[in-house]
């Protein structure tokens, strides 16, 4: 029995003893409380500068886009003004290059149209054609001439009929401006004496 | 062990009220107030949405038109005949302009010229019949946008309210009546009316624009909701006219219409080589602007749409078909009578004559009716019917969209002798100027008709129909012997001391050119009466043609004929044409032919049947004896 219970003991024991070292092995002990920790307050800066850097950063450009626009709408105006500008510039020229205009001041200047066009070969020196002195047979008008008058507008002649004593009127006046008038009326007269 | 006091029973907890119920109404008074919002959500978000969004948008959301701009119609080199300038009108709100409307009315008349009196009746027009406000009138229309900006500005730095501009662009025609009759006119509204703003409005109209965005105080919001529908601006139309061209014989015209006391007159100016229209002049004519001396029938183009008898000028296609046919040759002698028998009718010449012995040259340079006639004789109608078809009578010309008229010319199975023989001088048919310039000008062009054209290049017009110059057509009409030799034959017309315009020589050139003097039916008797339509037709020059020049007046009452009206016009404008396309002659001599002939076979008349011979193989004559026709000894 001793050596039953000394064997059960040993065993008891060696196992205790395995345990223990096993024990001893897988010991587990609290770690220390972190005095490592990561400081979070750089963290928290980043962020937060992130944000606001975001925030303000959303704010300036949306700012800076209505100014944009601002200068956009202005710069727009200009532009019409400009074009206008460029427009009016443009008439004036046409204004300037109207032949009428030209014919005009070319008139003015004396000058007359070409009769005959002649030219002058410059290689050899040759004139082509028949050159003339321009006269002013070929000028026209460079004006339209006033509308003729209407002939409502016109004045007729007003005819005034003076009255004739009978006898004396043919003596007195024999060729008078209105010759049919005195047998008109030597024949009203005529018929205003009574048959007799 | 101590034993605490008894506990008291607890009696059953209860809250003040009965929790229970109160938590059922609480309950259903909150799900009644949500399904009220749940209801105005879905009233809002499902079924009222769009209106909302319309009002939202109305309110700060502006919607602009933003306008194409017209198209220009240039000349051929690009100088500007119709042009849209920016424009803007000037509108009030006679509610605020009221009280200072003198003010303001003076200053704008003084800086834009408008009438004082109407401009305060606008300014002070603040109620209408019904009693209500009005805010808004006209001030003014279509002023060039500086002009309008400055008188603006001026009212807005000298304090008055109430003062705006609006765009309304400006339809400017420089050259004011240069053109006008093709150009035609825009009106108040800026629409097409008549003329090529008309024919090619399509091409010069373009596509309105629109722009939505929403503005706050004044300016966009570029975040705001915005769209953009861009204007597509009108294309330019590029004409074969010349403008200085035009405007030379617009006021040559004017001036010989004027002076011979004429009713009407058109020139037409033709590129020989290409058939492009140069210069198309009428008078009377208008000012594109519009002024208040526009008379409706001085619109159109009387070159394209009036029909007249053309006279004499005719002779030269007749010519050129006899020539062409083998009939006759430049030498071919012909015997004219004092009268010619035809019909129940007698022809006679325009001068009193005894027999003459006139070449075919002679004919045409002394414009004999009854030789022409005689001439013609030879000819079967149909064939001569063919031939002036072919040069293009009877028929538009085809430029189209442009009222042109076909003229007149009766099928050959309804003439009869008399008509026959009137019809190869000119007589009993009607043409229009630009035809009767495209017949003469295929006789320059060796025999071959060009169709003439108005617009350069390819163009589609608003019908759909194509047009241009570089689609006109080409067909051959006489072969190039025959255009030659009737070039010979309108040669001697300009001669000095033979033909019939001498006025319309050129030192220098070789012009061919006919005259015209045609008599008019007067419509009260249905005869030809006391007045005339004289034109000369010309090309110079004639060795190698570039130009062709046709001048037309109706019903001078001066008594002149067409070499003494039409004459002095063509050289004009022939000499301008001349100089500024730098044409030198080629110094050639003038061709001269005889144009009359003696009896008795002389070398001439051995020389000329020998030829005749080899020609048509064996000799011809008409019948007749020696009083009339034409004869080959």
């Known amino acids: 029995m001793s050596t039953q219970l000394g064997a059960a003991t040993r065993q008891r024991a060696r196992f205790s003893r395995l345990a223990e070292s096993a024990v001893e092995r ?35 450009f949306n700012t800076s886009m209505q100014q944009a626009s601002f200068t956009a709408t202005e710069l727009e105006e200009k532009a019409t003004i400009l074009n206008a500008k460029k427009q009016e510039l443009r008439m004036e020229l046409d204004r300037l290059r109207d032949p009428q205009r030209v014919s005009e001041a070319a008139a003015g200047l004396g000058m007359v149209p070409m009769t005959t066009p002649a030219f002058l070969r410059l290689s050899d020196g040759t004139v082509l054609g028949v050159p003339e002195r321009a006269t002013g047979d070929s000028r026209f008008r460079l004006t339209p001439l006033p509308p003729a008058m209407p002939e409502s507008f016109k004045l007729k002649p007003e005819i005034v009929y003076a009255p004739v004593e009978d006898g004396q009127a043919q003596a007195e006046n024999p060729g008078t401006g209105a010759p049919g008038l005195l047998p008109e009326r030597e024949a009203a007269g005529s018929q205003e004496r009574p048959r007799r | ?105 003076a200053l704008l008349s003084r800086r834009l010229g408008l009438d004082y009196i109407h401009t305060v009746q606008v ?40 003062i705006d501009t609006r765009w309304d662009p400006v339809r400017s025609y420089p050259g004011r009546d240069v053109a006008a009759n093709l150009l035609g006119f825009t009106n108040r509204l800026g629409e097409a009316g008549d003329g090529l703003e008309m024919v090619y409005d399509s091409l010069l109209k373009g596509k309105d624009g629109q722009a939505t965005y929403d503005v706050g105080g004044g300016n966009r919001i570029p975040l705001g909701d915005n769209s953009t529908v861009e204007p597509v601006d009108g294309e330019d ?11 030379y014989a617009q006021r040559v015209l004017r001036d ?95 001068f009193d004559h005894d027999t003459l012995r006139l070449t075919m040259t002679g004919v045409i340079a002394k414009s004999s009716n009854i030789g022409t006639a005689l001439a013609a004789r030879q000819m079967p109608a149909r064939r001569l019917h063919d031939y002036l078809r072919q040069f293009g009578l009877g028929q538009r010309v085809g430029i189209e ?75 051959r009409v006489v072969s190039p012997e025959a255009a030659d030799a009737t070039t010979r034959m309108m040669e001697m017309v300009t001669n000095r001391s033979e033909g019939t315009a001498s006025t319309a020589a050129i030192p220098g050139y070789r012009v061919a050119g006919k005259t015209g003097t045609a008599q008019r039916v007067d419509p009260r008797c249905g005869c030809y009466g006391r007045q005339f339509t004289v034109s000369f037709a010309g090309f110079a020059p004639a060795d190698d043609p570039r130009f062709t020049v046709y001048v037309v007046v109706h019903k001078p009452r001066n008594g002149a004929g067409g070499g003494a009206t039409g004459g002095p016009v063509f050289r004009k404008v022939m000499g301008y044409l001349l100089q500024k396309y730098s044409v030198a002659p080629s110094g050639a001599p003038p061709r001269m032919t005889p144009v009359t002939w003696t009896p008795g076979s002389g070398p001439e008349g051995d020389e000329l049947r020998s030829r005749l011979e080899d020609r048509f193989g064996g000799s011809r004559g008409a019948a007749g004896g020696a009083s009339a026709g034409l004869s080959l000894r």
């Not at chain 2, 043409?431 to 350069?456: C, D």
């Open chain 2, 1 to 105: 062990m101590p034993q605490s006091p008894p506990r008291r029973p607890r009696r059953p907890v209860r809250a003040r009220g009965t929790s229970l119920k109160r938590l059922r109404i609480g309950f259903v008074l909150i799900a009644m107030v949500m399904s009220v919002f749940a209801a105005r959500l879905l009233q809002l978000q499902g079924l009222d949405a769009a209106a909302y969004a319309a009002q939202a948008r109305q309110l700060g959301a502006v919607t602009e038109e933003l306008p194409a701009t017209r198209g220009a119609i240039v000349d051929r080199e690009g100088a500007p005949l119709a042009e849209s300038l920016d424009g803007l009108m000037i509108v009030a709100d006679p509610t605020k302009t009221e009280k200072d409307a003198p003010q303001i009315a």
């Open chain 2, 401 to 475: 969209g442009f009222g042109d008229s076909a003229g007149l010319l009766a099928p050959w199975q309804d003439w009869i002798q008399v008509e026959r023989d009137n019809i190869a001088f000119g007589q009993g048919l009607g043409v229009s100027a630009v035809q009767m310039t495209a017949a003469v000008n295929a006789i320059a062009r060796g025999g071959e008709y060009v169709a003439p054209s108005l617009v350069r290049g390819r163009v589609v017009d608003t019908q759909g129909r194509v047009g241009g110059s570089a689609v006109a057509e080409t067909r």
């Open chain 2, 237 to 247: 139309l590029q004409l074969t006219i010349d403008r200085d061209v035009q405007f």
């Open chain 2, 256 to 350: 010989a219409v004027q002076n011979a006391r004429a009713a009407s007159g058109s020139v037409v100016v033709m590129d020989t080589r290409t058939g492009e229209l140069l210069a198309v002049a009428d008078y009377p004519s208008y000012d594109a602007n519009g002024d208040y001396f526009t008379k409706r029938d001085h619109l159109g183009s009387a070159a394209f749409r009036g029909v007249y008898e053309p006279g004499s000028v005719q002779k030269v296609l007749t010519a050129a078909a006899l020539v062409d046919a083998g009939h006759v040759d430049p030498l071919t002698r012909i015997t004219v009578p004092e009268k010619l028998k035809s019909s129940d009718r007698v022809i006679g010449d325009y």
């Open chain 1, 26 to 60: 897988a010991r587990l002990t609290v770690v220390p409380r972190g005095r490592t920790t990561a400081p979070r307050t750089p963290f928290a800066i980043l962020v937060g500068v992130v944000l606001l850097l975001g925030v303000v950063g959303l704010l300036m």
């Open chain 2, 123 to 162: 300014l002070t027009d603040s109620e209408r019949e019904d009693g209500s406000e009005n805010h808004f009138g006209y001030v003014a229309r279509r002023i060039p946008s500086e002009q309008a900006r400055a008188a603006v500005k001026e009212l807005d730095d000298a304090g008055f309210k109430g």
